[in-house]
Protein backbone atom coordinates (compact mmCIF):
# COMPACT_ATOMS: atom_id res chain seq x y z
CA UNK A 1 0.00 0.00 0.00
CA UNK A 2 1.72 3.40 -0.81
CA UNK A 3 0.45 6.44 0.92
CA UNK A 4 1.15 9.94 -0.43
CA UNK A 5 1.13 11.70 2.55
CA UNK A 6 1.82 10.86 6.36
CA UNK A 7 -1.79 11.99 6.65
CA UNK A 8 -2.71 9.79 4.71
CA UNK A 9 -0.70 6.88 6.20
CA UNK A 10 -2.16 7.70 9.46
CA UNK A 11 -5.87 8.02 8.01
CA UNK A 12 -5.51 4.62 6.00
CA UNK A 13 -8.65 5.62 4.24
CA UNK A 14 -11.01 5.78 7.17
CA UNK A 15 -9.51 1.92 8.95
CA UNK A 16 -6.08 4.13 10.72
CA UNK A 17 -8.07 4.64 13.77
CA UNK A 18 -8.62 1.39 13.77
CA UNK A 19 -5.07 -0.08 13.14
CA UNK A 20 -3.29 2.09 15.59
CA UNK A 21 -5.23 1.08 18.01
CA UNK A 22 -5.01 -2.47 17.57
CA UNK A 23 -1.15 -1.95 17.30
CA UNK A 24 -1.05 -0.12 20.35
CA UNK A 25 -2.86 -2.58 22.52
CA UNK A 26 -0.42 -5.30 20.82
CA UNK A 27 2.53 -3.23 21.95
CA UNK A 28 0.82 -2.75 25.32
CA UNK A 29 0.07 -6.70 26.10
CA UNK A 30 3.91 -7.26 24.60
CA UNK A 31 4.82 -5.00 27.32
CA UNK A 32 2.97 -6.28 30.24
CA UNK A 33 4.10 -10.13 28.95
CA UNK A 34 7.75 -8.79 29.85
CA UNK A 35 7.92 -6.48 32.60
CA UNK A 36 5.36 -8.77 34.64
CA UNK A 37 7.83 -11.66 35.19
CA UNK A 38 10.80 -9.36 36.01
CA UNK A 39 8.55 -7.00 38.54
CA UNK A 40 7.50 -11.15 39.28
CA UNK A 41 11.40 -12.33 39.76
CA UNK A 42 12.62 -9.36 41.66
CA UNK A 43 10.09 -9.86 44.38
CA UNK A 44 10.83 -13.17 45.12
CA UNK A 45 14.34 -12.60 45.29
CA UNK A 46 13.64 -9.91 47.59
CA UNK A 47 11.31 -12.33 49.47
CA UNK A 48 13.96 -15.02 49.17
CA UNK A 49 16.67 -12.61 50.74
CA UNK A 50 14.49 -11.74 53.51
CA UNK A 51 13.46 -14.86 54.53
CA UNK A 52 17.44 -15.83 54.50
CA UNK A 53 18.25 -12.68 57.00
CA UNK A 54 15.63 -13.93 58.95
CA UNK A 55 16.84 -17.17 59.46
CA UNK A 56 20.34 -16.30 59.36
CA UNK A 57 19.44 -13.70 62.59
CA UNK A 58 17.22 -16.37 64.37
CA UNK A 59 19.87 -18.89 63.83
CA UNK A 60 22.47 -16.91 65.04
CA UNK A 61 20.66 -15.52 68.21
CA UNK A 62 20.03 -19.56 69.32
CA UNK A 63 23.73 -20.16 68.81
CA UNK A 64 23.91 -17.83 71.46
CA UNK A 65 21.23 -18.82 73.76
CA UNK A 66 23.05 -22.06 73.56
CA UNK A 67 26.57 -21.00 74.68
CA UNK A 68 24.66 -18.95 77.64
CA UNK A 69 23.46 -22.60 78.75
Known amino acids: MYFTTLSDA ?5 H ?4 WVSYAATLLVMFVLIWWPIK ?5 IEQQ ?5 INASSQGNSS ?4 ED
Open 10 to 14: LHMAG
Open 16 to 19: GPYV
Open 40 to 44: QRRQL
Open 49 to 53: QRIQR
Open 64 to 67: LKDQ
